[in-house]
């Protein structure tokens, strides 16, 4: 094989994986900014939008938005979404203006400078429902309840972890993974109390050497030995936390917001906590990346072009050095 040719192939197959991974690193979608750490490791789900040909499901998209308009919409802002951009679920203009006449916006300031609440326009980003961070956190026992535009990208898991956390309260969750969590808390519990039981000791033996030199010191407390967990009475979580399984410290500051039939759905889905949980989860990942799909698209696109362009630069190649030898 004379030399040229073995390294035309060489400068082909580097190409091909050149031009593969280009396109896939577009296709595929990109990691996530921040861990949310802390809880449970939630299970991973399946999803329409997963892998490189991955696509939104518009009927779970329109329940989704039902289930944040009607259970979440009180709390949580979406401020980077415009009601126009419910086309993309398949709403029509009269439904899109609709829903956004169901919200008061706040505009101004009027000829005399003062601001004014009006019907919502299609062109409307989703209000915050709460004027300012303070009021927010007022409502809510002190945690302010954080906008969900881009909730689906700024947690590692994504979907998996929206639908996690909301599966993630006591009624609906295993009672393995609740035993689980409360083994875990329990052997904390246990390093904790070896740790204080160690230097308890440390400080009686100081004590007792400064009573022998007749000093007076106090005698340090014995700590006591943990009782296992086995409620979640027993996490010793403050009042004002929620258990939830999923989230940070197993304490979350959001009341269960889902109960299974919140919503009446528009298609007829029964509205269990799961159906509603998964919907939203899949529509919170529509409004954190509304393009995810031309972005997959294009990047197959990509892929194409490049391989179309490695093989007739092959072939450019090949004729090119048949005239050398
Ligand atoms: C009564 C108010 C209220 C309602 C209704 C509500 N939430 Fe929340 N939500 C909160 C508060 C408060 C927090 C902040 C929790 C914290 O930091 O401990 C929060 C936090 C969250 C988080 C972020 C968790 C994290 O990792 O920081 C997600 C996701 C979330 N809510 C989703 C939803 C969804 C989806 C719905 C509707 C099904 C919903 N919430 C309904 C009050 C609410």
């Not at 007792?208 to 943990?226: M, S």
């Amino acid at each position: 094989m004379p030399k040229s040719s073995r390294y035309g192939r060489k400068a082909l197959a580097a190409s091909l994986v050149i031009a593969l991974s280009g396109g896939l690193g577009m296709a595929l979608e990109s990691s996530p900014a921040a861990a949310a750490g802390g809880g449970f490791p939630f299970p991973e789900q399946s999803w329409s939008f997963d892998g490189v040909f991955g696509t939104f499901d518009r009927a779970a998209l329109q329940r989704g938005f039902q289930v944040y308009n009607e259970a979440c919409s009180a709390c949580h802002g979406l401020e980077y979404v415009a009601f126009r951009n419910l086309a993309a679920l398949g709403y029509n203009d009269e439904q899109i203006k609709a829903f956004a006449a169901e919200k008061l916006i706040v505009d101004g300031p009027d000829d005399e400078g003062e601001m004014f609440e009006r019907e919502g326009r299609p062109s409307d980003l989703f209000p915050s429902p709460f004027p300012n961070a303070q009021a927010a956190a007022a409502s809510n026992n002190g945690a302010v309840p954080p906008d969900l535009s881009l909730m689906a990208k700024a947690r590692a898991g994504g979907a998996d972890y929206i639908y996690a956390i909301l599966m993630g309260y006591q009624d609906s969750l295993p009672e393995s993974v609740l035993q689980e969590i409360f083994d875990l808390r329990t052997a904390e519990n246990e390093k904790k109390y070896k740790a204080a039981l160690e230097e308890y000791e440390d400080r009686l033996d100081a004590y007792q050497d400064k009573i022998e030199d007749g000093q007076t010191a106090t005698e340090p407390v014995k700590p006591e030995k943990p009782e296992p967990v086995t409620s979640v009475e027993d996490l010793g979580l403050p009042d004002t936390a929620h258990f939830n399984a999923y989230f940070a410290g197993f304490g979350i500051a959001m009341g269960q917001p889902l109960y299974g039939d919140d919503v009446e759905f528009a298609d007829g889905t029964e509205a269990t906590i799961e159906q509603q949980a998964r919907d939203v989860a899949h529509f919170l990942t529509w409004a954190a990346e509304p393009t995810m799909e031309e972005r997959k698209r294009s990047g197959i696109k990509v892929i194409l072009f490049l391989i179309v362009l490695t093989a007739l630069f092959y072939a450019v190649k090949r004729k090119v050095w048949a005239d050398l030898h």
